[in-house]
């Protein structure tokens, strides 16, 4: 499958260049151009889905398969502290680029990329509330 | 394995209660009781590894495979506008929790949960010097 005019979709078939990190037969990993950290880096499925909900499971397994040994080499090259690895779903959440894509952003103690955590406790019942509803939807 | 006094090992062995979403062999999925959205899930291997690169390939593949559906019920019961999928590594990337887990963060747009992404470009020849730096890294 390949997303029509999608740039992911173009790295992948090499009509775009990219620093490349990691390559098999399903997965792509590059340096993200944009980054936030230095090393961050882009790990996605070569087939085109927009967003994880979307993914078949074996095409987000063969993702989770290679994400170990890539943010190994990503952490270990970067002599990071830690690393997040972010997959931003749909332009609410900060997506971008409509092609799956986790990212791995190399941190430091004390870096400031990322502050936010807006932590709330909920409410009196809330928490059932929100089990039930979320087990509603699981199929 | 078991991370002694782990609080996610409790949960899984359920000595802690937890709001449960999903479960099966290797994984389980639970409400954060201190959310920094409504419906925000963790979703967690059984076993114990502290970060993604020290999972084996296997335990973090069988997280991916039920990310999708788990994912699907957290955006459509919440009607979120996206989500993020984020796993922080290491106490400088903001893990408080020494167990591998994978926050699914329900989110609406404009909702400024999350604002930061302080995206920077690379110095001449660095792209190319950190791939190389990363590839090194990689086994």
């Known amino acids: 499958m390949n997303g029509q005019d999608c740039i992911f979709c173009k790295i992948v078939s090499g ?9 098999n037969k399903n997965v792509l990993a590059f340096l993200d151009i944009g980054p936030v950290s230095s090393g961050h ?3 996605i499925p070569k087939s085109h889905y927009q967003m994880v909900h ?3 499971a074996d095409v987000l397994s063969s993702v989770a398969e290679v994400l170990p ?25 900060g997506q971008l680029v409509n092609h799956v894509h ?3 952003i190399p941190r430091k ?3 400031g990329v990322f502050n936010s955590w807006p932590a709330f406790k909920y ?10 509803k979320i087990l509603r ?3």
Chains 1, 2 share one sequence.
């Open 15 to 23: 009509e775009i260049p990219s620093a490349k990190i990691y390559e």
């Open 41 to 43: 880096t882009l790990v």
């Open 54 to 56: 979307e993914c078949p």
């Open 69 to 93: 040994k890539i943010a190994a080499a990503v952490y270990g090259a970067m002599e990071a502290d830690g690393y997040n690895v972010l997959c931003n779903n749909g332009r609410a959440a």
């Open 102 to 104: 986790f990212h791995i």
């Open 109 to 111: 103690h004390s870096d």
């Open 123 to 132: 409410g009196s019942g809330e928490l059932q509330q929100i089990t039930e």
């Open 137 to 139: 939807h699981l199929r």
